[in-house]
């Protein structure tokens, strides 16, 4: 059972502690720019990047209508589970006198079984 553990890579990111310590790095940039938005002066092109936070405000209403599309898209892009293997089915047909056997014996659709 040892060996078994040894044998696994650990990667960066196996350790809950290192994605915690991520999140907390991400966490610190973002309210550093926050605070930057006190300091820096913008050349601003429009009256609504006067807004106190209107960057964050406009990434953050940008990905929300980016899945709301992705969502309405989903509606008729979406195919069933299945969909690639009717297609194969109709192209190429299984003969009818083979065995089951042989069908799993050259690699025949059945992988649950």
Partial sequence: MDKQNDNEKQYLFDNPKNVKRLLYIVYACCAILVLLEFVIHRHIYHSWEELFGFYPIYGF??????????????TFLMRDEDYYDKIEKKQHPAPLNQSKETVQAQGGNDVDA
Wanted: aromatic share 8%; hydrophobic share 70%; charged share 15%.
């Fill in 61 to 74: 209403v940008g990905c929300v209508v980016l899945v709301l599309v992705a969502k309405w898209m989903r």
